[in-house]
């Protein structure tokens, strides 16, 4: 492995190449342009605010907040994912023809939704700032935890680079991995806390009694439900926010990170990055061969 690191160390212009590829090619001839990136998981985000606090009756404070600081963070591992899952089958013809690095291709599909990501993020931060100035300057909006932003960064990016990788070298041998993939990302949007809180989670397993924390570390082993928590408790300033406790909405304050499932997540992050490196490298001398 340490090999094919030098290896794509030496080809790291061409993966910045490809990078602005395909950031240029994306928005191609539209007029708009990168907002386009911007603009859906606004609007996404402005529905579901609107749906949840006035048909749900949600009352939580800064709840559009709540919902980006989730929905950015799942949304830039879903493109990434589903995007680089195709790119070495898009790329096949080239592939057998030139020789450079094949990991560049899924990697540069990670890259730049990376790119989106972290644009959509100081977009976010503008967000909350003009809230928080249009509502006579009160509690601020970020805090110290903000510096742990970057080291979650680099989890979430581990993980996405990995399934990347895995599905990405998968997919070349068996097209059904896209189709499954979409399914399976779909319905995982359902079960990470996006549109609702873990704590949601945690008192609606209470009613199990002894098999109440159980329950609760299964569904939060889901590294991703793991992440976009974590990315609320960093991006969002704590606040009151509304829960069903048996039954009733009731004003929280949100619980504390389980800092056991995310260290859980971030162990499994790396080791599927190095676990879908590995089955890259191992799968990628065999792409010439599929007819």
């Keep these: 492995m340490r090999d094919d690191l030098k290896e794509l160390w030496r080809f790291r212009e061409l993966l910045g190449a490809m990078v602005e590829r395909e950031l240029r090619i994306r928005y191609k001839n539209s007029v708009l342009g990168i907002l386009w990136s911007l603009l859906n998981p606004l609007v996404t985000v402005a529905v579901m605010n609107f749906v949840l606090k006035n048909v749900m009756q ?6 559009s907040a709540y919902i980006l600081a989730a ?14 899952s195709q790119s070495v089958l898009a790329a096949l013809p080239v592939v057998k023809k030139v020789y450079f690095p094949r990991e560049i291709l899924p990697l540069a599909s990670v890259i730049s939704n990376g790119v989106h990501f972290l644009i959509a993020l100081v977009v976010y931060f503008v967000f909350i700032f003009v809230v928080w100035a249009s509502t006579g300057f009160g509690t601020p909006p970020v805090t110290y935890k903000l510096w742990f932003l970057p080291v979650l960064l680099l989890i979430h990016f581990s ?13 070349v041998f068996y097209e059904d991995v896209k189709y499954a993939l979409t399914i399976v990302l779909y319905l995982a949007f359902f079960l990470t806390p996006v549109m609702y809180f873990a704590e949601t989670v945690y008192y609606a397993t209470r009613k199990y009694g002894a098999m109440a924390d159980l329950l609760y570390t299964v569904f939060m082993s889901n590294p991703v439900a793991t992440i976009c928590t974590a990315y609320r408790k960093v991006l969002v300033a704590p606040g009151k926010i509304q829960v069903l406790i048996n039954g009733h909405a009731e004003q929280i304050q949100p619980r504390p990170l389980d800092w056991t499932l995310f260290g859980l997540a971030a162990v499994l992050s790396f080791v599927v990055l190095i676990g879908g490196y590995a089955f890259f490298n191992r799968m990628k001398w065999k792409f010439v061969e599929r007819p």
């Design 159 to 171: 993980l996405a680079t990995g399934l990347s990788l895995f599905f990405s070298a998968l997919n």
């Design 58 to 63: 949600n009352d939580t404070q800064s709840f």
């Design 71 to 84: 929905y950015l963070p799942f949304m830039f591992f879903q493109l990434a994912v589903l995007d680089s």
